[in-house]
């Protein structure tokens, strides 16, 4: 069964960083990646990171400021975001997929993590 965990969401200032991490269990994952949903909104994509070549791609709000990783020894997931906004405030949740990861969403969800930027 897979199963995925997010942790490191927090509450931070304008302008701070945060780092969250995501570990998967139950198996390996060609496509990894970070979704966000605002209150009201749906959610959407944030960015993803293939297996292979460590191919990363961002939503354009996100470009210069976050940046994924991975960690195949630990099946785990990373997203250092720097410069934070009050518009980056959401629940922020890890996505997994067998292929990679599709601007919808792959098969597999966490439970989110909450992010909080004050002004």
């Known amino acids: 069964q897979v199963h995925l965990a997010e942790t490191g969401g927090d509450v931070v200032q304008a302008g701070g960083s945060l780092r969250l991490s995501c570990v998967a269990n139950g198996g390996t994952f060609n496509g990894m990646g970070w979704f966000r949903q605002f209150p009201g909104k749906e959610r959407e994509y944030v960015a993803a990171m293939g297996r292979e070549h460590y191919t990363a791609t961002y939503t354009d709000s996100v470009k210069g400021r976050f940046t994924i990783s991975r960690d195949m020894s630990l099946n785990a997931l990373f997203l250092q975001m720097n410069n934070l906004k009050p518009e980056d405030t959401g629940v922020y949740y890890c996505?997994?997929?067998?292929?990679?990861?599709?601007?919808?969403?792959?098969?597999?969800w966490g439970q989110g993590t909450q992010v909080v930027v004050s002004s």
């Open positions: 996505n997994a997929d067998a292929v990679m990861i599709p601007r919808v969403g792959g098969a597999y």
